[in-house]
T-cell receptor, first 114, second 109 residues
Framework: NAGVTQTPKFQVLKTGQSMTLQCAQD?????MYWYRQDPGMGLRLIYY???????DKGEVPNGYNVSRLNKREFSLRLESAAPSQTSVYFC?????????????FGQGTRLTVV | QQPVQSPQAVILREGEDAVINCSSS?????VHWYRQKHGEAPVFLMI?????EQKGHDKISASFNEKKQQSSLYLTASQLSYSGTYFC??????????FGKGTKLSVKP
């Protein structure tokens, strides 16, 4: 049982390049999320998907696009990377189970844009 | 809008108690608490769904005052393993989950 798997773990991009961060979960969760984490800023929600086929903007969606390919996979795309997008990116998934909605996080992708 | 956490950082000696507060200007459907060790992913501690609900396991517990849109995390008789950054997250009715900036807790021997 892998939980939430993110690829790649590390990436260096040049300004203007594009890339897609991949996320897959094997827990049959309905909801999936993308966060970025910067020093002193906590975890900021970029986009989320409450169920397969739906996506919604979070707090900081500018410069990003997402695709909920199926129930398992939720990808994050940077069309034209900028140095301000240097960050650690976390994907998470959750399911409502009784009175608990536990979110499971992937191990993160450390992205540097130069 | 991010929930506001206080304090930003706290240093404890083993065995001491701590309280971390979380407040939101927006109505919260639920409150989540997570702990993150350095270089690792956040890990779920607990969720509170109902106003006034209190939950806990081991010596970590939390309360949620729905009226005030505030939650508090209580760490009793802290252990070295409690060190890390604690995040509160506000769950919205649309399924989003917004986190605060975190509280860094350091427990010293």
């Amino acid at each position: 049982n892998a939980g939430v798997t993110q690829t790649p773990k590390f990436q260096v991009l040049k300004t203007g390049q594009s890339m897609t961060l991949q996320c897959a979960q094997d827990m049959n969760h309905n909801s999936m999320y993308w966060y970025r984490q910067d020093p002193g800023m906590g975890l900021r929600l970029i986009y989320y998907s409450a169920s397969e086929g739906t996506t919604d903007k979070g707090e900081v969606p500018n410069g990003y696009n997402v695709s909920r390919l199926n129930k398992r996979e939720f990808s994050l795309r940077l069309e034209s990377a900028a140095p301000s997008q240097t960050s650690v990116y976390f994907c998470a998934s959750s399911v409502l189970r009784g009175s608990d909605t536990e979110a499971f996080f992937g191990q993160g992708t450390r992205l540097t844009v130069v | 809008q991010q929930p506001v956490q206080s304090p930003q950082a706290v240093i404890l000696r083993e065995g001491e108690d701590a309280v971390i507060n979380c407040s939101s200007s927006k109505a919260l459907y639920s409150v989540h608490w997570y702990r993150q060790k350095h270089g690792e992913a956040p890990v779920f501690l607990m969720i509170l769904l109902k106003g006034g609900e209190q939950k806990g396991h081991d010596k970590i517990s939390a309360s949620f005052n729905e009226k005030k849109q505030q939650s508090s995390l209580y760490l009793t008789a802290s252990q070295l393993s409690y060190s890390g950054t604690y995040f509160c997250g506000g769950g919205g009715s649309q399924g989003n989950l917004i986190f605060g900036k975190g509280t860094k807790l350091s427990v010293k021997p």
